[in-house]
């Protein structure tokens, strides 16, 4: 987030994400490929005024208005939900009274109706079944009202623009609409809706179908909504296209490692997390992506996929392997600053949409983030300790040695060995760490730090990724490489102590800003140093007790800033929030010195609020409020949910609590120190894989120790516990 200078001489966050009042109607999201649908929970979208409902295909919106009616009325609303594994929307409407003047046609509840919609291939598909059960016949119209205004995904977050480009002519078939536009630059985009039995009536914004039923008959109408290139070969049977659409689900999730616990309610957050991990997994030229979240970022963000890729790297490292591909294939090679670009750099973030093609927002390809690139090499020397895989990294080894080189050259300004940000131009992110809202780095008394800054979290990152690579070094036998990251990594950890502990704190300052100057503010970063292993064994356990006690830690997870700050603000996106992901990250860093049950309680808070949340899902973040008895998190308004790293952040949980880790040259799987949360008696672990072995694993509990049994084994490997 950055600012402008507005006419007052005040400033406001460009990009900002625009906030409003809470709709009367809940709102759902399906997602598929370069497919995504915000829905409210009757089935309609675009009934709430202002809210960002609609069918999106590469950051445009190709439709924003989709309702039904009955009998010209609003059908009353019985129940939905979004079914296992992000399979689809059900919901269930009945009618309700229907009159001709003075008299009542047709009774309220006479008709159940029950819409389901799914994605699958750049189309959506409704079917729309209707029962008769009533004791006489019924003969009325239901309307399908729909529209497309074809706005780019920025201008549905709330962005203005001077100037749009033009709607095409409707073209017209039997039973079927096509709607276009022509962009600023020549692009045009086309949405075809199609309608199955052909309507009575058919205009470029409403369908009439007439319903006759005998009692007890049913019938259905179906419609599909095509945005992208692929939809408009999807003229096959709906069921065939819902088959497909499960059948390509269960081959994504085929790879992953399931968790099942003792516990009704938390298996359905694990499900969910899991299965919405899945739906935001997007095939790409270089494999599976995570897309960062639905509806504002559901694209290909850099930060966003390596922390998902290194959260669930232990229960499908295939998702590591598609992240480090892409990336490396979408590097930086040349020095642009409107772009944030010097080579080496790895990818922030990357639009496909009218107003990123016009560089109206600078976010084309986009590589104003500071810990992408060490992040990028993190990913590949964990991905290596995780599988061997010696092969695929030698594939990525030179776009690993231009990223190494990035951070040892440009991104270190001003060659004080720590790596540091600066936006390049006026457009770019004025803060380009995980927390990048323009007011998120700052000084104890408040005021913002200015630049080069140079974060807490990501000099741990560069620390882990040294250390990390120095066995990639050694396993492709550069002994010279290998011996010059280790030194590197140990000299950054002697000044990292030095510039970064502040004593009376109790633990690491946020950042130094571009005076050296420590930003002397308690926060959650800490948390990644922990993870990253460059904290002192003698001041982890001070470290740990900063992030969980009343001022940090609230019931629900750990705040993004511990409210004794000047800028504390629990319903702020950065200054006081709970971050799933960031509390799995923190979770494993203490899981890593040895701090199990810290770990443990980090988890239960976290499966706590999804059990509290609508569908068992955690959302990107949520407010920082303390816990009270019978209430939940209170939610943050415009929250992306499913997030990739909220949903990821579950999985990271439970690692940190079983101590999962992996020997893949001896196929063993490692419990170091496993603990359950109090929620949970047993957990099990199925499909887990090493080199050639697949276990499945029982973890129960045992008064206040642990159990693990191998339920199913193939191959040779092993469990192996240590205490």
């Not at 940190?656 to 949360?677: N, Q, S, Y």
């Not at 887990?688 to 072995?693: D, I, K, S």
């Not at 697949?694 to 191959?715: H, M, N, P, S």
Request: hydrophobic fraction near 40%; charge should be negative.
């Amino acid at each position: 987030m950055n600012l402008q200078h507005m006419p007052d001489g005040s400033e406001e966050p460009l990009f900002d994400v625009a906030s409003h009042g809470p709709p009367s109607r809940p709102r759902g999201t399906l997602k598929q490929g370069d497919t995504f649908a915000v829905f409210d929970l009757y089935g309609d979208m675009g009934v709430s005024v202002g809210m960002p409902d609609g069918i999106y295909h590469a950051d445009t919106r190709h439709l924003c208005l989709w309702s039904l009616s009955i009998g010209g009325e609003e059908p009353l609303f019985l129940g939905s939900t979004i079914l296992d594994g992000n399979a689809g929307l059900a919901v269930d409407l009945t009618n309700p009274d229907i009159h001709g003047g003075a008299q009542k046609l047709i009774p309220k509840d006479t008709l159940h109706v029950v819409r389901f919609f799914f994605l699958w291939q750049d189309a959506a598909h409704e079917r729309c079944s209707i029962q008769n059960h009533g004791s006489v016949p019924v003969d009325l119209v239901f309307t399908y009202r729909f529209d497309a205004d074809f706005i780019d995904l920025f201008e549905a977050r709330g962005a203005r623009r001077k100037a749009r480009g033009l709607p095409l002519p409707p073209v017209m078939q039997p039973g079927r609409v096509e709607l276009g536009y022509r962009a600023l630059d020549g692009v045009e985009a086309r949405t075809r809706v199609e309608f199955r039995p052909t309507p009575e009536t058919l205009t470029a914004g409403r369908a009439d179908f007439r319903v006759k039923l005998a009692p007890g008959e049913r019938t259905s109408l179906f419609a599909t909504i095509a945005a992208g290139p692929q939809g408009e070969a999807m003229r096959r049977p709906f069921l065939q296209s819902l088959q497909q659409a499960c059948r390509a689900t269960r081959g994504i999730r085929s790879d992953m490692a399931a968790i099942v616990s003792s516990n009704a309610r938390v298996n359905e957050v694990l499900e969910r997390s899991a299965a919405d991990v899945a739906m935001l997994l997007t095939p790409t030229p270089q494999g599976l992506y995570p897309y960062a979240g639905i509806p504002w970022y559901s694209t290909t963000f850099g930060r966003d996929g390596l922390l998902t890729a290194l959260s669930m790297l232990w229960a499908d490292p295939g998702i590591a392997r598609g992240v480090l591909k892409r990336l490396a294939d979408l590097q930086a090679t040349e020095t642009d600053p409107e772009a944030d670009a010097e080579p080496g750099k790895i990818l922030h973030e990357m639009r496909g949409g009218e107003m990123a093609r016009m560089k109206e927002v600078p976010f084309a390809r986009y590589y104003g983030s500071v810990d992408s690139t060490p992040l990028f090499v993190l990913l590949a020397g964990r991905y290596y300790e995780r599988t061997g895989d010696l092969e695929t990294l030698r594939g990525l080894w030179p776009a690993i040695l231009a990223a190494l080189g990035w951070i040892n050259g440009a991104g270190d300004r001003d060659r004080d060995g720590f790596l540091e940000y600066h936006r390049a131009t006026e457009t770019g992110l004025s803060n380009q760490g995980w927390k990048d809202s323009f007011d998120s780095t700052f000084h104890a008394d408040g005021r913002l730090a200015e630049g080069p800054i140079a974060l807490v979290e990501v000099q741990a990152y560069v620390y882990a990724a040294k250390v990390s690579l120095a066995r990639v070094a050694h396993g492709l036998g550069d002994a010279d490489l290998a011996t010059g990251l280790a030194l590197e990594a140990a000299t950054l950890a002697e000044r990292f102590e030095t510039h970064f502990w502040c004593p009376d704190m109790g633990t690491y300052a946020l950042a130094l800003d571009g005076h050296k100057a420590p930003c002397r503010v308690v926060t959650s970063n800490p948390g990644h140093a922990l993870f990253s292993g460059i904290v002192r064994e003698d001041r982890a356990a001070s470290v740990i007790g900063r992030l969980m006690d009343a001022d940090s830690f609230s019931g629900w997870g750990i705040r993004t800033v511990a409210r004794t700050e000047a800028r504390y603000n629990p319903m702020s996106y950065h200054n006081g929030s709970i971050w799933p992901h960031d509390n799995a990250v923190a979770a494993l860093g203490m899981a890593r010195y040895g701090h199990t049950q810290a770990a443990v309680n980090v988890l239960e808070a976290l499966l706590d609020a999804g059990c509290s949340l609508p569908l068992g899902r955690l959302p990107e973040l949520y407010c920082g409020f303390r816990r009270r008895k019978g209430r939940g998190p209170t939610l943050y308004p415009v929250a992306c949910a499913p997030q990739a790293w909220a949903s990821a952040a579950i999985f990271a949980g439970v690692q940190a609590c079983l101590g999962i880790d992996f020997r893949p040259e001896t196929e063993e799987v490692i419990f170091r120190r496993p603990r359950l949360p109090p929620s949970i008696s047993e957990l099990s672990l199925k499909n887990l894989r090493v080199g050639r072995t697949e276990l499945d694993v029982t973890v129960q509990r045992r008064g206040e120790d642990v159990a693990v049994g191998v339920d199913r084994r193939v191959g040779h490997g092993q469990a192996v516990v240590l205490l």
